[in-house]
């Protein structure tokens, strides 16, 4: 069992920025990809970006290249979401993800563990 645990997410003006993490511990933090997912009142869960094990790969989907940026720490257990040039649209709960394995885009097949989500909120 991996247990994820949130936190960093809060209110911030469009245009600002924010930083959230995701604290894992249960196996071995480097056995995992690790991601953000992000869930809008009534839509649907998506993914947000993606991190290979170590750190030297990326994926994200076009609504957030050059605004999103994902980072690891693996002697900490620790991935972090830095958001930038934040949108109202997106406000939303945001979960941290971990997949067994290297490849970040193995976290699209569906995540092997969640963490409880930390809402973000974007003010216009």
């Known amino acids: 069992q991996v247990q994820l645990v949130e936190s960093g997410g809060g209110l911030v003006q469009a245009g600002g920025s924010l930083t959230i993490s995701c604290v894992a511990s249960?196996?071995?933090?480097?056995?995992?990809?690790m991601g953000w997912f992000r869930q809008a009142t009534g839509k649907e869960r998506e993914f947000v970006i993606g991190i290979n094990w170590s750190g030297s790969s990326i994926g994200y989907p076009s609504s957030v290249k050059g605004r999103f940026t994902i980072s690891r720490d693996n002697a900490k257990n620790t991935v972090y979401l830095q958001m930038n040039r934040l949108k109202p649209e997106d406000t939303a709960v945001y979960y941290c993800?971990?997949?067994?394995?290297?490849?970040?885009?193995?976290?699209?097949?569906?995540?092997?563990?969640w963490g409880q989500g930390t809402q973000v909120t974007v003010s216009s």
């Open positions: 993800a971990a997949r067994y394995g290297v490849n970040w885009d193995s976290l699209e097949k569906g995540p092997d563990y």
């Open positions: 249960g196996q071995t933090f480097s056995n995992y990809a």
